[in-house]
Nanobody
Framework: QVQLVESGGGLVQAGGSLRLSCAASGRPFNSYAMGWFLQAPGKEREFVAAQDRSGLRQYYADSVKGRSTISRDNPKNTLYLQMNSLKPEDTAVYYC???????????????WGQGTQVTVSS
């Protein structure tokens, strides 16, 4: 089993930055791919970014490409999402997820955190 705990969310003005963290425990952190997803009120969960087990490959949703960076520190069992130039439409609950493959599909991830709220004011 894997436990994931997100942190780093909060209220920020448009144009600002946040760094989300996801602390993992349980299985060895470098044994699974990781991703970030978001869910805005009344909407389905959406893919944000994903990175493979080694941290060498990653890809992003078009909506965040160029503004966000996913990274992982395997010795520290932690995943990060650096978000810059935030927009009000980025407002959502952000979830980290762990799974066996590098994927943008939520169904490919077996482990989920509880989420952290990001609110961007205009």
């Amino acid at each position: 089993q894997v436990q994931l705990v997100e942190s780093g969310g909060g209220l920020v003005q448009a144009g600002g930055s946040l760094r989300l963290s996801c602390a993992a425990s349980g299985r060895p952190f470098n044994s699974y791919a990781m991703g970030w997803f978001l869910q805005a009120p009344g909407k389905e969960r959406e893919f944000v970014a994903a990175q493979d087990r080694s941290g060498l490959r990653q890809y992003y949703a078009d909506s965040v490409k160029g503004r966000s960076t996913i990274s992982r520190d395997n010795p520290k069992n932690t995943l990060y999402l650096q978000m810059n130039s935030l927009k009000p439409e980025d407002t959502a609950v952000y979830y980290c997820a762990g799974g066996g493959v590098l994927s943008d599909r939520s169904q490919d991830y077996s482990y989920w955190g509880q989420g952290t709220q990001v609110t961007v004011s205009s």
